[in-house]
DNA sequence: TGGCGCTGCGGCATAACGTCGCACCCGCCT
DNA sequence: AGGCGGGTGCGACGTTATGCCGCAGCGCCA
């Protein structure tokens, strides 16, 4: 028998939506809204499937990654994240994440990612550039990946002033030019 | 004795500029533009290390990324494209790549890449990123070269506005950042 | 306990941007 | 010829974003 789905999102609305919606395909799902949390249900239970948001009020969900491994090596972890960046992408696919996908969703594309472990090789390659903007955000998402989330350094590193690159993280991501979901 | 860097990129001047690069620093290099010519490559001396372009007049590189791998496990392969995605991304990553890179880039990002086999990521760091305005200007240039020059065009691709391109472009280039020959 | 660095945020002057409009040129079509 | 669509350069104006101050809170460490 398979342990239920761990959702781990501290976007509550979000978070209700989606263990709600597993619950109407009689998918058990528990959701929660802190690391701290997931870990309690990680330490009791270790969860065979996980829904793992990264910005956890502040934390990142990323250091969740190989927690859940650690606890359970068929651990099938699907990142989805409002704040999408291939940065992040690549850290947490290293990490062992089965997918990710960026906010929006829809619900069926998560359920594919977590049961299917079949990725399709010939994936189609983007047509247009990334936005002036959407690169920026990339490049941003990068640099502060590489100083380990420390907003100073990454603001000197970029030779672009504090108060901007915190203005600028507030925002969202610019729109992602190509397709998302897919895969 | 570890072999040439193997650069697999069908933009003949950026793998030239590619391949110059890694010669100034005593890296040895060697520089394919086709699918079939990197594979004679492989099959002849399977490369350790791997730059890789995932736009190759039309085919994906990320097939590329298995048979690599086939030919030596420990293949140091880093994706490099003009047209990033998350989806791209996480393939590369899933199919073993080790870091995944959207154009422009700094050599140095390349080569930190490449090097580092560890999560090390004070060596990451000593080398400066390129400035936000800077990043934006190579690929503003990157893009109205491949749109021959007409502005409108590439604004439409950039989703600018045509007159904030034209007053970027009446503007002298961004102070210079590390980075080597111009691209 | 004070110093140091990181963080978040308010405020303000200035620069950049989005948007509209205009004139001009060029190639094409009828 | 005239009309039409597309590209280019540029002025003007209101709206945002940025650079740069300053302040307070927090964790760390000698």
Redesign the interface.
């Known amino acids: 028998m398979r342990t239920a789905i761990l959702v781990v999102d501290d976007d509550d609305i979000f978070n209700g939506v989606l263990v709600r919606a597993f619950a109407r395909r009689d998918i058990p799902a528990r959701g929660v809204t802190s690391l701290e949390e997931a870990r309690a249900v990680i330490s009791e239970a270790a969860p065979e499937r996980v829904v793992l948001d990264l910005n956890l009020a502040g934390a990142s969900g990323l250091t969740l990654i190989p927690e859940l491994l650690a606890a359970r090596q068929d651990c099938r972890i699907v990142v989805l994240t409002g704040y999408?960046?291939?940065a992040t992408?690549?850290e947490a696919?290293?990490l062992g994440a089965m997918?990710?996908l960026?906010k929006p969703v829809e619900i069926d594309a998560i359920l594919a990612a977590l049961e299917d472990a079949t990725?399709e090789?010939?994936?189609?390659?983007?047509?247009?550039?990334?936005?002036?903007?959407r690169?920026?955000w990339?490049?941003?998402q990068?640099?502060l990946q590489?100083?380990?989330g420390n907003i100073s350094?990454t603001a000197r590193?970029?030779?672009?002033h504090r108060r901007t690159l915190q203005r600028k993280l507030g925002k969202r991501p610019p729109p992602?030019?190509?397709?998302?979901g897919?895969?």
Chains 1, 2 share one sequence.
Do not use: D, T
């Open positions: 999408a960046s291939i992408a690549v696919i290293k997918q990710y960026a990725p090789i010939e994936g189609a390659i983007a047509a247009e550039p990334m936005s002036v903007s690169l920026e990339e490049h941003i990068r640099i590489a100083n380990e350094a590193a970029l030779q672009m992602f030019p190509p397709l998302a897919g895969s």
